[in-house]
RNA sequence: GCCGCCUUAGCUCAGUCGGUAGAGCGAAUCACUCGUAAUGAUUAGGUCGUCAGUUCGAUUCUGACAGGCGGCUCCA
């Protein structure tokens, strides 16, 4: 037998070998269990492949994104083959890694119940004792054909995967058929005989075994290929870790993640409900949420005037002309509320501002000097959101948008467009808001009748927002398709405590509506030209926004927008009228304050006040009014006894208008 | 909208194999007046989501609807 020479890497090591031809990747990292593939030329390998005279062989460890999709990948297989022992008919569909797991998807008469997931659960663990091995077998669409005849869908991706539209198949299809040669993955029992098989393109971990820790989730829904025309399958959705500790610090973080739900918190601090007589998707806001709410609205109404915005209003419903003139009818008439119709004429609830924005700049002639024209409104939408999709205050059918439009010429619309996405951006910081990246959304040409406007308007209008974007430093995603109908957009995306991305603030460049509504401005040289308008709003939605903001900050509020700023705490009910005249002084200060003058005792009024995440406590016993002073206690615990009123008064104010957290 | 699950006191939940229900917290009242995360006692509070059906009898079984939850699809 002939040698061959091979470079291994492990943990940033590398090192030259010569091996003896047909070496095998995993005689390499024998030493070491924690690798369980190879990435060989670039290509992630199972650690049985064979190496090749030249090859750079890289470990990839379990711990590490390649090596956890590979084990969640390979945990998925040992969900089919469990589900398929127990479901003998069900039909397998795809079962790709994802984001802290994997899923797979199956056709099968009835739905998973819980019961059957604790089955299919204990199957799997039989399924990884047995210390079955992956093991992978070059195929050819022929021959896959007849040994899949009994797995429709698997024949649906190898017929698509002929027509070289892998990615276009299903989110996930190309775990099961890559771009090269198609290939199956036997597990095979300890005698070596073949006790399930699945077409996947790889890599997998040698064994069963070497899956530590897993664990099933639940199972929904979901339509075959992301098609809601096409059936929907079972889909059963599990996590999978190098380690039982990293397993229970995922399924703890969950845990985290459900105490800063918005809508729990919504509950428990008293911000805001929903009640079932309004309908679904129709918040109120109690008075603690209306703080919170009127101090983000204080604040956007404020800055947009200082950026140069006229404040305007409009009303909530509208002929439905105006929504033919704009071009949203065609496009969005199923997201509207049905018309009502009275007096000869159908009206609408709006479900944008923009056109009545329009109607204020067509009320009058417009020179080129009023340019750019900024109008800004908190503008109340309503939007018939499908019901499974309503979410708290995140997803709801009717809100307040921070909109606003800045009518400019052309050559004013970068300047324009880089102006309003600096306020955004500087919004998000003031909020405390850093987890978020931005995305453009742009036309999909495949699809024309979505978009109106010529090739070159798109393109020049995309250019436009892509240069700000890529200015702003941030990190941006591309989002082909997501484009509105009349032009292009900038978005703000920012996660939520379960880890959903919602849009928040938005930039777009409309070259469209000013064209329906014939809006125009009187040029330099007496000509009649045609404004450009940007559409932006910086929270978004002013109902989403606070959710975000709800779950950002767990509730844990800065003291600038806590309900509640300072809770006064009486040692004993003497104590009280001291309080109330500094409770006083604080409300002169402008300061939200309470006196808990209920009868509990004081030990229960400071539970109370960190339960509901009151920034600051200020305590009164007869030490303290003797000393004319308080005890500061803050909301981590720490306090500063005999604290001089007026000092206690300016530690708070100073802590509201710098905005910080405390 | 689709699939599945859920809906009992203000909140979190228990319970009734079909004979109209309980706890803790919260609330109210009383006592206690207390120095850093729950003082004690008493009381009130529920046509068991709504409407039908089956039944001598339905909170319990069935169906429809409403609302919620998890996904999918969608998201100006």
Redesign the pocket.
């Given at each position: 037998m002939s040698d061959i020479s091979i470079a291994r890497t492990h943990a940033d090591v590398r090192e030259e070998r010569t091996v003896t031809a047909g070496t095998r990747a995993w005689e390499l990292f024998a030493e070491q269990p924690d690798v369980i593939a190879a990435r060989i030329g670039g290509e992630l390998r199972d650690l049985s492949h064979e190496l090749a005279d030249g090859d750079e062989v890289e470990a990839v460890e379990i711990t590490s994104p390649d090596g956890l999709d590979i084990l969640r990948h390979s945990t998925a297989h040992v969900l089919a083959q469990a589900v398929q022992a127990l479901f003998p008919e069900a039909k397998l569909g795809i079962g790709p890694p994802i984001t802290d797991g994997f899923y797979y998807d199956f056709d099968v008469e009835t739905?998973f119940?819980p019961a059957d997931l604790d089955k299919i659960e204990t199957r799997m663990r039989k399924i990884i004792k047995e210390n079955q091995r992956f093991s992978r077998r070059v195929t050819t669409d022929a021959d896959a054909l007849t040994e899949l005849q009994h797995e429709p869908y698997k024949l649906e991706l190898i017929a698509l995967k002929g027509g070289g539209a892998a990615e276009d198949a299903a989110?996930g299809a190309s775990v099961e058929v890559g771009a090269g040669e198609l290939t199956i993955y036997d597990n095979t029992g300890r005698s070596g005989d073949v006790v399930w098989k699945d077409l996947c393109r790889g890599p997998h971990l040698p064994t069963t075994k070497r899956i530590p820790a897993f664990k099933l989730m639940?199972?929904?829904?979901?339509?075959w290929r992301?098609?809601?025309k096409n059936k929907?399958l079972?889909?059963i959705?599990g996590t999978a870790w190098a380690t039982k500790e990293d397993l229970e610090a995922h399924l703890h973080r969950l845990e985290e993640a459900e105490r800063r739900?918005h809508?729990k918190l919504g509950?428990e601090l008293d911000l805001f409900s929903?009640p079932?007589e309004l309908?679904?998707?129709l918040p109120v806001f109690h008075p603690k949420g209306g703080v919170i709410k009127r101090e983000m609205e204080d604040y956007v109404r404020r800055r947009h005037i200082e950026e140069g915005f006229s404040y305007v209003g409009t009303p909530h419903i509208s002929k439905d002309g105006l929504f033919h003139t704009s071009g949203?009818l065609p496009y969005?008439a199923d997201?509207?509320f049905p018309p009502m119709e009275f007096e000869g004429s159908n009206y609408q609830l709006k479900?944008?501002n923009c056109p009545m924005h329009n109607l204020i700049y067509a009320s009058r002639g417009r020179s080129y000097r009023e340019l750019p024209l900024r109008l800004f409104e908190f503008g109340s939408v309503y939007?018939?959101?499908?019901?499974?999709?309503?979410?708290?205050l995140t997803?709801v059918r009717g809100f307040a948008q921070d909109d606003s439009h800045s009518y400019c010429t052309p050559e004013q619309a970068p300047a324009e467009v880089e102006h309003l996405l600096d306020f955004m951006l500087s919004v998000l910081r003031d909020f405390g808001l850093d987890d978020f990246y931005l995305e453009l959304?742009t036309r999909d040409d495949s699809k024309p009748g979505k978009f109106v406007g010529t090739e070159e308007q798109w393109a020049t209008a995309t250019k436009v927002l892509e240069d700000v974007a890529r200015g702003s430093g941030l990190e941006l995603v591309p989002d082909p398709g997501?484009a509105?109908f009349y032009g292009p957009?900038i978005s703000v995306q920012a996660k939520d405590a379960?880890g959903?991305t919602w849009?928040m603030g938005?930039v777009q460049y409309d070259f469209n509506q000013p064209q329906g509504f014939g809006l125009e401005y009187a040029a330099a040289d007496g000509s009649r030209q045609q404004p450009v308008m940007i559409h932006s709003a910086k929270f978004g939605s002013i109902e989403r926004f606070l959710g975000v903001l709800v779950e950002h900050y767990a509730g844990v509020f800065p003291p600038w927008l806590a309900p509640v700023q300072v809770q006064a705490i009486p040692?004993?009910?003497?104590h009280v009228d001291y309080l109330y005249d500094v409770a006083k002084r604080l409300r002169a200060a402008g300061i939200r304050v309470e006196v808990d003058d209920?009868?509990?005792?004081?030990?229960?009024k400071?539970?109370n006040a960190?339960?509901q995440k009151v920034p600051f406590m200020v305590?009164?016993?007869?030490?303290?009014v003797e000393a004319g002073a308080v005890?500061f206690?803050y909301r981590n615990?720490d306090?500063d006894?005999g604290v001089p009123i007026e000092d206690a008064v300016a530690r708070v104010v100073d802590a509201v208008a710098a905005r910080t957290q405390v």
């Open positions: 739905p119940t989110e639940r199972s929904a829904a979901a339509y992301g098609d809601e929907q079972q889909r959705y739900d809508r509950r929903f079932d309908g679904s998707g949203h969005y997201t509207m479900a944008m939007r018939y959101e499908k019901s499974g999709v309503i979410h708290g997803r959304s997501g509105a957009k379960i959903r849009q938005t040692v004993a009910e003497r209920s009868d509990d005792r004081m030990q229960k400071i539970r960190q339960l305590i009164v016993g007869d030490q303290d005890s206690r615990g306090q006894n």
